[in-house]
């Protein structure tokens, strides 16, 4: 009876899960959530957009990598504000003002990422 009820459950969450047009790992904070259906009105980037959570400098943040040619990463901090570009553009080393975020970031999680065939 036990298994049947976690099947019925596993069943439950992957039928409803598969409707949507976009993994999304956790609940998140309301400008990530408007981002996030940002992106989703936007056509498929190449590659796929996502969004990671990272410790960086003590803090909370929150990383769109790039998603094409000379465009930058962004990163922000836990209220939505942009922090710098650690990444891309037209150098391929972002803005410069923080240059050692990709050594110094951990705690990596990934938040969203647009599952959305092109």
Known sequence: MKAATIAWALLATLATGSAACATRVQATAPWLDQLIARFQAEAVANPPRRILRYRYRGQTVYYVPPS???QP???YDETGTQVCAPDGGISGRGDGRCPD??????????????SRSR
């Open 73 to 75: 990463g962004i990163l």
């Open 101 to 114: 975020f990709h050594e110094q970031r951990s705690a990596e999680s990934l938040i969203w990422s647009d």
């Open 68 to 70: 094409c040619c000379d």
